[in-house]
């Protein structure tokens, strides 16, 4: 850490009373040491950063902190508030403020001082100096690590603390007690790395052995299994699953959140020593992540509860984007045979005995029945994934059949979605059954399958199968029967479900549901699709132009990204938008969500009509009324860019009360982001 911060960078006087003042103050120093680009462009990312998840950490510590393009070099800022920032920390506002700013392509660099930093963050001693120092230019040596200390002398004294431990074991015969740990968070940067820390501290402490595998963002490096083996118990603090989780099996095992291992370390060695005295083995396995119905901590009891709906989507997502690639070939690869050779292509005789290499009408064909065998697979994929996504690779085999199934016995979508779930459940179900050693190795490979798709199959023929084909047999006939008024305000939901968030939750359900239709292309299938890519296009192209027509309301950067989102948004890329939302969403995003909600309303109106999943602008021609198509995508960017730019000039027009700190010397006179 030796030049990421300096005595320019530190300010021991930080008078901000927002988290967002006191990102622009210390990017502010960053700026005037050369060491950032565009001031508004760095905030800008650090806001969209600050939206995923705060970076309060408990102990009055705030470390705002992203990768940008307007970086030089890897940059740290420093900041001290007497009065205390708000950063979204449990136990109240931060004194102590890092604002770390790493370039685009500098991950490695970003992520080794965030842990760095972290990791220092966990000794008192180190804190309470940043809260006494009086000279920035010391408080800059001290976190770049260059106060003084006694222990190398000590270690060649041969007094270290480690060193007498050691020689206390050696001399009494024995081996110190072993514990390996994992820890992880849903960020895998600042907790990750502090729990860590306090859990090797707690250890040298107590004269225990710990080594820490730290499972963070920028991956991970695996513990020697001669360590694993060793050990005497496991350690798992996490708030996300660990990985390869049965590398630990058949120890004694303590699991508990992440703020666990970094509050009460000590508490946890205590326990984990209690377990092995008592002979305590869990089992674990790849789906449980062995948790035992006696080893719950109060720290992850209520977590996985609170999670369930997040765990759930992520489960369905892995289904949705392991299958969108299928969709995506087999759409566009229909839609151009189509193009070429009519709608009678569909019942053309099958190439492999009728193709004439000259003839159109044979090529339209031979597209038309490769992108049917792709789309063959949409509902197998998808469930055999989402299965994927609950209990790892033995669960491919029930998610695949029970898909399969689902599309036999005409259940669509949704049966998929149902068997994709239940062919997870299930194995995981068989995945914390105890089962003899000898037994284990051909679990994954032979029983869970065998077992699991016996069951699912079952379940899908016999007992869920055939309501669920009712069902996607009632939504087909409700989409088909859609006009009027209904259409439209299917229209306006989908709509504002695809500008909401741009990519995230919402815009992917939205997006599923269309393209989940054209699995069993119907006429009301068609014109959801139309909808849904329509006011996807929407937010990336209001924003191209109203950084065109008003360009004084935005900065430099900003116009900047407005030329690419011209490009962005005529490919159906939503995400072309996101920059702006982040630096500036109370404003943009409800502006994006009307423009959207008109263009899906008058999509559905006007009955346009789409096969192909993907594609923008450049799929217009396969597009039922495409004359009206692009009308209902022109009239919503137009709502969009007139309210964004009606939102921002009433902000700029009023008076600022941040005075000059607003200032960033780029013309800019806004106010703060909100984030």
Known sequence: ???????????????????????????????????????????????????????????????????????????????????????????????????????????????????????????????????????????????????????????????????????????????????????????????????????????????????????????????????????????????????????????????VGVKAGINRPAELIAEARRKAERGEIAAVSEADGGKDSGDRDADRSGADHAHFGVRLRTYLMSGVSYMVPFVAAGGLLIALSFAIGGYETASAKSVADHFVWGEADSWAALLNQIGSAAFAFLVPVLAGYIAYGMADRPALVPGFVGGSIALTVNAGFLGGLVAGLLAGAVVMAIQRVPVHATLRGIMPVLVIPLTASAVVGFLMFIVVGKPIASLQNALTDWLNGLSGSNAVILGVVLGLMMCFDMGGPLNKVAYAFAVGGLADPTDGSLKVMAAVMAAGMVPPLAMALATTVRKKLFTKTERENGRAAWVLGASFITEGAIPFAAADPLRVIPSVMAGGAVTGALSMAFGATLRAPHGGAFVVPLIGEPFLYLLAIAAGTLVATALVVLLKGARRAAPDPAGAAGASGSGDSRVPVAA
């Open 1 to 255: 850490m030796s030049e990421l911060i300096t005595a320019e960078l530190v300010d021991l006087d930080l008078s901000a009373a927002t988290k967002d003042v006191a990102a622009r103050s210390l990017a502010e120093r960053m700026v005037a040491a050369h060491r950032v680009t565009d001031l508004d462009g760095l905030l800008a990312d650090v806001a969209a950063r600050e939206a995923q998840m705060p970076t309060g950490l408990d102990g009055g510590i705030g470390i705002p902190h992203c990768r940008s393009e307007h970086v030089n070099a890897p940059t740290l800022a420093f900041g001290r508030s007497a009065a205390g920032i708000d950063f979204g920390a449990a136990d109240g506002p931060a004194d102590l403020v890092f604002l770390i700013a790493a370039p685009a392509g500098a991950d490695d660099d970003h992520l080794t001082i965030l842990s760095g930093l972290a990791r220092r963050l966990m000794d008192p001693e180190f804190t309470a100096a940043l809260r006494a120092g009086t000279d920035p230019a010391a408080v800059a040596a001290l976190i770049r690590g260059e106060e003084p200390a006694e222990e190398p002398a000590a270690e060649e004294e041969g007094t270290a603390p480690e060193a007498a431990e050691a020689e206390t074991a050696e001399a009494a015969g024995s081996v110190p007690f072993r514990i390996v740990a994992v820890t992880s968070c849903p960020t895998g940067i600042a907790h990750t790395y502090m729990a860590a820390e306090s859990l090797a501290a707690a250890g040298r402490a107590e004269g225990v052995e710990v080594t820490v595998e730290t499972q963070g963002s920028g991956g991970f490096k695996k513990l020697d299994p001669a360590v694993i083996a060793a050990a005497d118990a496991v350690i798992w603090a996490h708030d996300v699953e660990v990985r390869e989780r049965t590398r630990f099996r058949g120890k004694p095992l303590v699991d």
